[in-house]
């Protein structure tokens, strides 16, 4: 679909000078729209799948069904709400508004398979940062077994990127009601990483470069834990989420979805040296409440959980466990005593308590 | 997922005479992004489906999938670009968003299944503009067998809807490709309606009430041809586009997908008499180029082409023919003779020829 622009705000007139413009300042109004589908459906038109029947280039996609559960989750990145191109290149742009999404599906314990892309671009956008966009999208798309099949592009006056993404699962979802009493509260990777990252780009904090590159791509290029997903629903896991709005915020809702209170202990939130190092005490804060972390939040009796370190590579951490109470109600211990949480994480249109 | 809003961009203080706040100028920022999505699943939840697994409230949408032809497709409508919501409703934004992906689904022969909704909202929207885009989504959605099973919402600068719909579809898809040498060239119900709908609302045009209305709907509640997307491809139809660029540069998309050319008879288009009426001889340059008409637009041989008039019961007209010629040109014959039809129909980016 493609609509009228309001004539007013029509994108710029052609350059007269294009025959000598040098091909790596071409402006999206220079390509046009079709132009712009055609350059992208290039880039993304690598992959291949077997039950793929069409892809980029009619009305919709279309695929071959089966009967597995189907997935579907979509989310957005907005320039100014959700990035600044001053601190994000468009590569990381572009894996980061697939990943986020990826994570959905992580968390479901499901494996991704297509995924459609809204593109919204000021006309003055340069082609070489949207075809670099569209790489980065496929540098994480490839290794994940993701097919980008379709999607539409728009003249806007800020850059947003929503990507839908459809996964399919065997049965044995992970759900955020599928928590029970006495669940022990585990969590992969570490937990921060991704607000510390965040803090440093904004305030411009200087590292030592390991520290540094360790930091921003904790933020901008995170890599969701598709297939340890897909390992804890095989090895019996049936509640997850993905650390998005914040440890607190995401153990929150799960508790709240499964009619339980829960229960953290701060000193076995796990936070990377680096970070620790880099942000002292603030560290502790960012691993609670900073969100974007894209590790996954699981709840499983000790035996299943016990499992669960042996067949995830990365780092498998118990931080707390679920309890009967008010549902919804995560209380949080540090050094022995229960501290007031408040609300963490964060959460879009309320200013953060 | 929900990210960190950069705090110089934080949503307003929650108001401290909430109190005494009448409910119907709630903001989104009093409600909170939690409570933004509580109550529009309240207002989503009522249709039921026996393959829904799980609908809004997890990371992703879940359904129980079949060996069908799977479809999907997005599409975003972007304030200021897509509509102003000085001449839309919001009840009219939240039927257009999601008529505007049904038209896809329909112009490849499917049944609509599920859809996912990607919501950007200023902090200071009022609570029930948005639950009014809701209802306008769902008196869609309800009669189309559409459930809305998921989305985020996020704060941004300018209102975007963003819906991702998923169908399927029987073998035998409508595809932009599937056009043959001899085939006529149809389309369903008037062209041109939506565009002078459009002139009317920008250029603040008065007409007879009757009128008006037409209009008015045609440009803000179309209601795509989703029955008679399915009826022509049981009727053995195999080519097929809804028209949302405009008609001269949709057919020009199915003749270059096909490798063909194709032949439109300009007397032969269907205008509408109330847009012929009120716009004279600007209503068949609508017809030709306006766009965002959401009819169907498709090729057969003529004796499926005979079939089809009965079997749906909506106008068919048939205005030219699929031709061997060069791959996606588009003569326009007026008064029997060839007339340069340049670049019609809008394209993003581009300024319009």
Redesign the interface.
Same mark, same amino acid.
């Given at each position: 679909?493609?609509?009228?622009?309001?004539?007013d %705000?029509?994108?710029?007139? %052609?350059s007269p000078g294009r025959g000598y413009a040098i091909i790596s300042v071409m402006k999206?109004?220079e390509?046009?729209?079709?132009g712009?589908i055609e350059l992208l459906a290039g880039i993304a038109s690598r992959q291949r799948d077997g039950r793929l $029947?069409?892809g980029i280039?009619?009305?919709?996609?279309?695929? %071959?069904?089966?009967?597995?559960?189907?997935?579907? &989750?979509?989310?957005?990145?907005?320039e100014? +709400?959700?990035f600044?191109l001053k601190t994000t290149t468009w590569e990381e742009l572009g894996w980061k508004a697939l990943a +986020?999404?990826l994570?959905? $599906?992580a968390?479901?314990g499901?494996a991704p398979g297509?995924a459609? +892309?809204?593109l919204?671009?000021p006309?003055d956008t340069d082609v070489d940062n949207v075809t670099a966009m569209y790489r980065g999208m496929m540098a994480l798309a490839e290794p994940s077994g993701v097919a980008v +099949?379709?999607?539409? &592009?728009?003249?806007?006056?800020?850059v947003?990127v &929503?990507v839908?993404l459809?996964?399919?699962?065997a049965d044995g979802?992970l &759900?955020?009601?599928g928590a029970r009493p006495g669940d022990q509260v585990a969590v992969t990777g570490y937990l921060g990483s991704s607000?510390a990252g965040?803090e440093m780009l904004?305030r411009q904090l200087r590292f030592d470069p390991a520290t540094g590159d360790y930091l921003r791509r904790a933020h901008l290029r995170p890599v969701p834990r598709v297939a340890e997903g897909q390992a804890l629903s095989a090895r019996g896991v049936r509640a997850g $989420?993905?650390i998005?709005?914040g440890l607190l915020a995401d153990l929150g809702h799960v508790a709240a979805?499964s009619g339980l209170g829960a229960r953290v202990t701060a000193e076995q939130v796990p936070v990377h040296p680096a970070v620790r190092e880099a942000f002292g005490e603030q560290a502790l804060e960012m691993a609670l409440g900073?969100?974007?972390d894209y590790e996954l939040l699981f709840t499983a009796p000790a035996g299943i959980m016990d499992g669960t370190r042996a067949a995830l590579a990365c780092p498998v951490t118990v931080i707390g466990e679920m309890v009967a109470g008010k549902a919804g109600e995560v209380c949080l211990l540090e050094k022995g005593r229960p501290r007031a949480a408040g609300r963490r994480g964060?959460?879009?249109? %309320?200013?953060?308590a």
């Open positions: 679909m493609a609509s009228p622009l309001f004539l %705000r029509a994108p710029p007139l %052609r999206v109004s390509l046009g729209e079709f712009l $029947i069409i280039g009619d009305d919709a996609a279309a695929w %071959r069904g089966d009967g597995a559960v189907q997935l579907a &989750t979509i989310d957005s990145l907005i100014k +709400v959700h600044s +986020v999404n994570s959905d $599906i968390a479901m499901g297509y459609l +892309v809204s919204a671009l006309p +099949v379709g999607g539409d &592009t728009c003249a806007a006056p800020l947003s &929503t839908a459809f996964g399919s699962a979802l &759900t955020r009601s607000a965040l904004t $989420i993905d998005s709005d979805s900073g969100g974007e964060w959460e879009h249109f %309320r200013t953060q």
